[in-house]
């Protein structure tokens, strides 16, 4: 199987798992990036089952309004039973780096909203530890230097994602050659730094369910 067939897998499993768990007025949070993009295009066959979306970024948003979904904004919605969104690493304990695709701060911010965070992942996302994956961190634009040397001080190398605008106007720092062990600790740190509008570890806020797409098939995880 193609990394793209092992993708399309994951998504496929997750909607099965939630499909007997939606109603009529069930609104579900969307991640972003082509694993998610799967789980959209199959979300879009069950358009009946489901009231509306909450989307973490543009390029979802148009999608999911490109099949006919109701995309609302977070702010009217209070309840969101389920959060579906891919991963650029997920360890054992469901912690991860999200960012890949630069949505990280609205992808943070639904998921801290909904209740259950389902993540869909392709069996090279799993790892030990932390950290293969460069680390992204969204910076404020005029604190991108800065913010890069004391990244610097932590042990990190920063490169600038050159030409890359987030969905909120700012720019992203990667992290390269920074092996995270104690990732909560990590997360908080970082986000200490003035000028960080959030870093892509997701450990505070982590995942509750994996469905990790192999070539043996999609397994359901069980968290350590
Ligand atoms: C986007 C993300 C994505 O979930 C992550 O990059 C995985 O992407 P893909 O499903 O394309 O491999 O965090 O900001």
Redesign the pocket.
């Known amino acids: 199987m193609t990394q793209d067939e092992l ?1 399309k897998a994951t998504a496929l499993a997750a909607l099965e798992f939630i499909l007997p768990q939606i109603d009529k007025n069930t609104i579900i949070g969307i ?6 993009n799967y789980f959209i295009d199959a979300l879009a066959e069950h358009q009946d089952e489901f009231k509306a979306c909450v989307a973490s ?1 543009t390029a979802s948003t148009e999608r999911l309004e490109k099949h006919g979904i109701e995309v609302l904004p977070l702010n009217t919605v209070s309840d969101i039973p389920f959060y579906i ?4 690493e997920i360890n054992p304990y469901f912690e991860m780096i ?7 701060t609205q ?1 943070k911010i639904v998921a801290a909203v909904a209740k259950s965070f389902i993540c869909i992942a392709d069996e090279s ?1 799993w790892v030990d530890i932390l950290g293969n994956f460069p680390l992204p961190v969204e910076v404020i634009p005029m604190a991108r230097s800065y913010v890069a040397r004391e990244l610097l001080k932590m042990g990190a190398n920063p490169v600038y994602r050159d030409s890359v605008v987030t969905d909120n106007g700012n720019q992203i720092l990667d992290l390269h050659d920074f092996q995270i062990t104690g990732a909560r600790d990590v997360e908080q740190t970082i986000n200490q730094i003035t000028g960080v509008v959030c870093n ?1 570890i997701f450990a505070n806020r982590k995942a509750d369910h994996l469905f990790l797409a192999t070539k043996d098939g999609v397994k359901k995880i069980e968290q350590r």
């Open positions: 993708k991640g972003t990036g082509s694993t998610a970024s969104d891919g991963a650029d999200k960012g890949g695709g630069a949505a990280l992808e996302k892509g």
